[in-house]
């Protein structure tokens, strides 16, 4: 297939480009920057901010891919949640009316989000696609993210939403707060711990990309989760046990909002237990539901 993706140099996009390439597709890199070096993808030049892309590039490609959007790990200030608001509503806007107006039409587009879509939960209440959007900054983004793919659905294409839990990776997220206390032997629960953590792998991502492009019946949000969510303590104690590191130092819930401010309390101190069931019911099995074996993993990596 014709594959285009943004966001193809992030944490995912990179995994998730490399893992085509190997399948035998044609890529194509969405991007800012027109030094992209790698010699098997194309480029198509595109910028958000100043509503400008290559539009007649993106004639005649089977799949688009949309990830690109500003890390949402860094310390949240007024400006900075802006950023985050819109370099994901500017980009997909202008991404899907671009992609409505072609003549030769993608067949299907997926478009990131993330399961900060349904906000802060008990641990006990389990989410799946169907749950309403819940409250805060990160459920208003995702809110107005998914929004403006209703751009591409009115123009007939077929409209994917992945929302992505917390993904295993040393290089952002949760996981990259955590990482390096657990190093230096200071690592422990973060607040109560009682917070529930849906978490993927990250190289369970392009396994569950491949599925959506073949099935071609699912449409709309589709959880991108382990079916083993688990509590923030639960985690902490595998990640102690993958690190060979003592878990007993917990970081109580001010000082994480001392240290990372909205964006701690956000990531860190509230969870929800969201399930994958859009992907169970149309057969998907998961090569990583294993906590234990995806922390390994990364710690290899």
């Known amino acids: 297939m014709r594959i285009a993706i943004t966001g193809a140099t992030g944490m995912i996009g990179s995994k998730l480009t490399a893992f085509l390439l190997a399948q035998g597709h044609q890529i194509a890199v969405i991007t800012r920057r027109g030094a992209y070096q790698n010699p098997q993808t194309s480029v198509i030049l595109w910028d958000p901010a100043t ?38 509503v500017q980009s997909t806007r202008l991404l899907c009316e671009s992609l409505s107006a072609l ?18 939960h008990p641990p006990d209440e389990i989410l799946d696609e169907s749950s309403p959007s819940g409250d805060g900054f990160l ?29 295993l990776s ?3 997220g949760a996981l990259a707060k955590m990482w390096q206390p657990f190093q230096w032997g200071i690592g422990g629960v973060l607040g109560n711990g009682r917070q529930v953590m849906s978490w993927i792998a990250l190289d369970e991502i392009p396994l569950v990309i491949d599925h959506l492009i073949k099935n071609d019946q699912i449409s709309g949000a589709v959880n991108v989760v382990s079916p083993q969510a688990v ?7 595998i990640l102690g046990q993958v690190m060979h590191r003592p878990a007993v130092l917990p970081t109580p819930s001010f000082a994480i909002r001392l240290l990372f401010g909205e964006m701690g309390q956000s990531l860190l101190l509230e969870g929800a237990h969201v399930i994958p069931r859009r992907l169970q019911e149309s057969g998907y099995r998961f090569r990583f539901a294993d906590l234990k074996a995806a922390l390994e993993k990364v710690k290899r990596l």
């Open 103 to 120: 003549v030769s039409k993608p067949k299907l587009l997926i478009s990131a989000s993330a399961i900060g879509f349904y906000g802060n």
């Open 231 to 237: 509590s923030n303590a639960r985690f902490t104690k």
């Open 51 to 88: 509503n400008y892309i290559e539009t007649a590039l993106l004639e005649g490609f089977d799949v688009i891919i949309h990830l690109a959007g500003s890390n949402v790990g860094e310390y949240w200030s007024q400006e900075y949640k802006k950023s985050i608001l819109a370099s994901r």
């Open 139 to 167: 459920a208003d983004v995702c809110r107005q993210w998914e929004e403006e793919t209703n751009a591409a659905l009115k123009g007939g294409i077929r409209v994917v939403r992945v929302r992505l839990g917390v993904v």
């Open 170 to 172: 040393r290089t952002g």
